[in-house]
């Protein structure tokens, strides 16, 4: 079955501290992978996506992602951050499988950030 | 000039009644789609339109009746509303099925 799991529903980390957020996935086909951010009361923004090629990615804000196929993961990282980066983030998955552009999500990590 | 837009951003309603929400891209996208964001903050596809067909229908009630006018409006009407429809209700839109979905900024319905 085709699934998402971010094992971290909460993460607290200080201003400028680095940033991992941890992504991963389950899907019987060529996966498309997104990170969203929805900061309270907003809707979602995409922050970075794989489809294929070179499988670190770069995204807005600073945030990058490296696509492991071994590892069936798609973890987000920032090397230092921001106030504002304190939000939701959430990691799906698409693909070709059907390619009816559905989209399954992850169940989402609060992310806190320390003055 | 938002890209993807929701009418209204907040609805109260009682049980019982009939609602609808709406939404605009302006981006000329082909596909369009409706997600619920549950109390837990869980996304979930509900349903997706490409050209004005119906192609995803994820096993949502009958009271939920999406409707594409064109490509560039997917609406939702839902009828005898539960508390259980509680929930974030956001609009997105793709260039073609399957590529990259842009979210608007989300409908909160208040079901009493």
């Known amino acids: 079955a085709q699934s998402v799991t971010q094992p971290d529903i909460h993460i607290t980390v200080s201003e400028g501290a680095s940033l991992e957020l941890r992504c991963n996935y389950s899907?019987?086909?060529?996966?498309?992978l997104f990170w969203y951010v929805q900061s309270p009361g907003q809707g979602l923004q995409l922050l970075l996506k794989?489809?294929?090629?070179?499988?670190l990615v770069q995204g807005i804000k600073g945030f990058e992602a490296e696509f492991k196929r071994s590892q069936s993961s798609f973890n987000l990282r920032k090397p230092s951050v921001h106030w504002s980066d304190a939000a939701e983030y959430f990691c799906?998955?698409?693909?070709?499988?059907?390619?009816?552009?559905?989209?399954?999500f992850g169940q989402g990590t609060t992310l806190q950030v320390k003055p | 000039d938002t890209a993807v837009s929701q009418t209204p951003k907040y609805l109260v309603t009682q049980m019982g009644n009939d609602k609808s929400i709406k939404c605009e891209q302006n981006?000329?996208?082909?596909?369009m789609y409706w997600y619920k964001q549950d109390s837990k903050k869980f996304l979930k596809i509900m349903f997706s339109?490409?050209?004005?067909?119906?192609?995803i229908n994820e096993t949502v009630p009958n009271r939920f009746s999406p409707k594409s006018p064109d490509k560039a409006h997917l609406n939702l009407h839902i009828n005898s509303l539960e508390l259980g429809d509680s929930a974030v209700y956001f609009c997105?839109?793709?260039?073609?099925?399957?590529?990259?979905?842009?979210f608007g900024p989300g409908t909160r319905l208040t079901v009493l």
């Open positions: 794989y489809f294929s090629g070179d499988t």
């Open positions: 899907y019987g086909a060529t996966p498309y």
């Open positions: 981006l000329g996208h082909d596909t």
């Open positions: 799906a998955v698409g693909g070709t499988s059907g390619n009816t552009g559905k989209l399954i």
């Open positions: 339109y490409n050209n004005k067909e119906l192609i």
């Open positions: 997105a839109s793709s260039q073609v099925s399957g590529s990259t979905q842009y």
